[in-house]
């Protein structure tokens, strides 16, 4: 399935994707562009937004420039949408965290509008992030500490594989929530009824 690289504008990666060309499509935000990514050799097919951040800074010729006005949606939100229209499903996203906190928890907010539709994985500098499936199962996990925040109430789960196993119990914030898990086996599940849980998984 074809999947797009998205940059958006957050913390500045310390890492990024070595092989491109897994992407059918690079985008990013304008202000991620302006911020960080015209710095690096990254050229993007697509800037997506208001354009508030590009002033009149050169833009490579190649680049598509797409204007999206809209104020009742933040620039991530747009990106999603135009970048679904042509097609894509996947989405590997930098730049959602770091900096200001409430562009971080706005990103989530976006993120929990779409996810059921669309595979939104998110990387920053410290762990990769995603909301799970009402059955989800990873591998090579081992040795990795793994959170699980509900940013609604999640019924009935059990996880498997971890140090500190939970069977049949409901998180919630301002209640019971998973920090700072461990994987003690390669493969873990995590199962539960109904909520929506993302789980954070450390990149060290």
Same mark, same amino acid.
């Given at each position: 399935m074809e999947k797009v690289l998205l940059f958006v504008n957050g913390e500045h990666p310390?890492?990024?994707?070595?092989?491109?060309?897994? *992407?059918?499509?690079?985008?990013?935000?304008?202000g991620a562009y302006h911020n960080y990514l015209q710095q690096t050799d990254i050229i993007p097919h697509f800037i997506i937004g208001d354009l508030d951040s590009l002033g009149h800074q050169p833009i490579n010729k190649t680049i598509e420039i797409i204007h999206t006005p809209d104020q009742n949606k933040t620039d991530f939100e747009k990106s999603i949408l135009f970048l679904a229209s042509k097609g894509i499903k996947v989405f590997d996203i930098y730049g959602a965290s770091g900096h200001a906190s409430d562009?971080?928890?706005?990103?989530?907010?976006?993120?929990?509008?779409?996810?059921?539709?669309?595979?939104?994985?998110?990387?920053?500098?410290?762990? *990769?992030?995603?909301?799970?499936?009402?059955?989800?199962?990873?591998?090579?996990?081992?040795?990795?500490?793994?959170?699980?925040?509900?940013?609604?109430?999640?019924?009935?789960?059990?996880?498997?594989?971890?140090?500190?196993?939970?069977?049949?119990?409901?998180?919630?914030?301002?209640?019971?929530?998973?920090?700072?898990?461990?994987?003690?086996?390669?493969?873990?599940?995590?199962?539960?009824?109904?909520?929506?849980?993302?789980?954070?998984?450390?990149?060290?």
């Open positions: 310390q890492r990024y994707p070595t092989d491109l060309t897994q *992407y059918r499509y690079i985008a990013c935000t304008d562009h971080f928890l706005g990103n989530l907010s976006v993120a929990m509008q779409y996810y059921m539709h669309y595979d939104l994985t998110f990387y920053d500098n410290y762990c *990769y992030f995603f909301f799970a499936k009402s059955k989800t199962v990873l591998h090579q996990m081992k040795g990795k500490t793994i959170s699980l925040i509900p940013l609604s109430k999640v019924s009935n789960l059990t996880i498997t594989g971890f140090k500190y196993p939970l069977n049949n119990t409901d998180l919630q914030l301002g209640g019971l929530t998973s920090l700072r898990n461990y994987a003690i086996n390669e493969d873990i599940t995590i199962q539960f009824e109904n909520g929506d849980l993302v789980i954070f998984i450390s990149r060290k």
